[in-house]
């Protein structure tokens, strides 16, 4: 079955640091990968997602995430975090193959920036 | 448009009690999901529907049912409560499997079983 591995649970930084969040994922064939962002007391919003083409992908507020197939990860990144981007990332995948086309959530990365 | 709407946003539930929890969309979506989130496990699916009168279980389906008499409406109903179903509850909606994948998320039921 496929799963999805976020390695970080929580992750806290001061404003302006770098932001590097890391997702795996175990399935070999064509997957399609997403990140969702939950800011505190709201529901889940697209960060931004990969479906073919240039692996590096950008989304909204400055964040980005690499595909990187050999690897088996989509990992998000953003140059200078801001304390409006405290929330919790979630890593997702949906394959190709799957009879539904439900996504798999990895357990989630708690982000706290620091002003 | 509203998007994805759900109701209550609370609710706490003595053990035993039942309780359906509704879910609407405005965007025409074919497919439809309720996840379940619980700290620390990120959303896990429980049911989906690709279309009015066809549901399905998903990856922890047990002790919720669900109906699917409309297209834009999925209600999840909980029959026997019990304290292991307390979490949050998110309906989700996609236009189509084969396009896309990205699903829209409502604003979740805050569910308590006591």
């Known amino acids: 079955a496929q799963s999805v591995s976020q390695h970080n649970h929580h992750v806290i930084l001061s404003e302006a640091a770098s932001l590097e969040l890391g997702c795996n994922y175990s399935?070999?064939?064509?997957?399609?990968l997403f990140w969702y962002v939950q800011y505190p007391g709201q529901h889940l919003q697209l960060l931004l997602k990969y479906f073919s083409g240039d692996p590096l992908v950008k989304g909204i507020k400055g964040f980005e995430a690499e595909f990187i197939k050999s690897k088996f990860s989509f990992n998000l990144r953003k140059p200078s975090v801001q304390w409006s981007d405290t929330a919790e990332y979630f890593c997702a995948v949906t394959t190709n193959g799957g009879s539904q086309g439900n996504l798999i959530f990895g357990k989630g990365t708690k982000l706290s920036v620091k002003p | 448009n509203a998007g994805v709407t759900q109701t209550p946003k609370f609710r706490i539930l003595k053990i035993g009690q039942s309780m359906t929890l509704q879910c609407t969309q405005d965007m025409n979506h074919n497919y439809m999901y309720w996840y379940r989130q619980d700290p620390g496990m990120g959303l896990k699916l429980i049911y989906y529907?690709?279309?009015?009168?066809?549901?399905d279980k998903g990856e922890v389906p047990n002790g919720y049912n669900v109906s699917r008499s409309t297209t834009e409406d999925f209600p999840l109903r909980l029959e026997l409560a019990a304290p292991s179903q307390t979490s949050v509850y998110f309906c989700?909606?996609?236009?189509?499997?084969?396009?896309?994948?990205?699903?829209?998320f409502g604003p979740g039921t805050r569910l308590t079983v006591t």
């Open positions: 399935y070999g064939g064509t997957v399609n």
């Open positions: 529907s690709v279309g009015a009168g066809i549901t």
């Open positions: 989700a909606s996609s236009l189509d499997r084969a396009t896309s994948y990205e699903q829209y």
